[in-house]
């Protein structure tokens, strides 16, 4: 098979081809690839920075926190997906505002200590599904003693002006404040905390709470189209194979994928495609189906079981005939479909 990047269309040694190409990211459940001779590897790497804006700065990640999967597609629990880092709110006590994530609906709170300057009180909040709240306070200390002072600033009026947060996940820090005027006094109770060690004593509380989840969304929309597209396009080319999608018609929409620019082909919709509008698809799956209307061909994806989604222009200068195409990414049971496959099983049932 011809080694031929759809994208970059370049062969080697101008290009490698080194990885697989998914057709609906791994991230939300694919499993099928595209041979490795179809996509370069130089834009593997590029697609799955994009990829990352896409699951995790887009609506798409509520419902990844809320029903999976999980990194890679993993649908064990343990590989969960995990939220961006947001501010919990007390509802019983308004007052009272920490950090944490939403997992599979559930929310945690980080490792994180609340610093109240004008009473110089130090506060540790942790999560006891992590284990022991001794040891969850210790290895904070510890990795405290190797702060770096680079963190992600979360700045938001729910918390107190004499109050400031220093949390810490997955190798990251966390600050979180109102009062700007607090950034200055961020490595001097770092140094006074990890000197004096004050929260390694004191008996831990355990209390149960009413609690509201706050997330901000950066949301890329050049990313969100793009990716939609790469998605239709890959199934395009898994389908019609590699030289049905070289042909010159397809030179826009693979340049605006690969390099952006304006968006003069993708956009939300909230109208399904006719033919299939009746037919009961697997719970929350992904799917995507390709249809010709004159000489344009358009793509349409959704994903979750939503009946809105991305349409994509594909082509307005596609000549010949096309039966409509369709792929059915059922990641809850880890099985995907042609959608004529998965109509002849309906039937059989």
Known sequence: MMKRCIYLNKT??????????????AGIGGIQKLPMEYVSHECNNRFSRMELQFMR?????????????????????????QGAIGIVENLKDQNISTLGYLSLGKPYS?????????????????????????????????NLSKYNGVYTLIEDSRFKDDEFIIGYH????????????????????????????PIRD???????????????????ESSYFRICAKIIFNYLAFVKGQKFVLQKCFDPIRDWIVNG??????????????????????????????????????????FYGNNSGTIVELSDDLEGYFNIEGFICDWKNRQEFKFIDYISSLQEN
């Open 261 to 302: 620019g304006d968006n003069n082909f993708a956009n939300i919709t909230g109208k399904e495609i006719e033919s299939i509008s009746a037919i009961q698809f697997p719970e929350q799956a992904h799917s995507l189906f390709i249809v010709k209307k004159g000489k344009s061909l358009f793509g349409f994806v959704s």
């Open 110 to 142: 980080i490792s994180q200590i609340i610093i109240n300057v004008k009473d110089n009180t130090c506060n540790f909040v942790s999560d006891k599904s992590f284990g022991d709240a001794d040891k969850q306070s210790s290895d904070f200390i510890d």
């Open 12 to 25: 080697e040694p101008e290009v490698k081809f080194e990885s697989e190409e998914h057709i609906f990211p």
């Open 202 to 220: 004191g008996a831990p509380r355990y209390e149960s709470e009413q609690i509201r989840m706050h997330q901000k969304l950066q949301f890329d």
């Open 170 to 197: 997955n190798g990251k820090w966390y600050v979180a404040l109102s009062n700007k005027d607090l950034n200055t006094e961020i490595n001097n109770y770092v140094q006074k905390i990890v000197e004096q060690k």
């Open 57 to 81: 700065n887009s609506h798409l990640s509520l419902p990844r926190q809320f029903v999976g999967p999980g990194k890679r597609g993993k649908l064990n629990p343990k590989k969960a997906t």
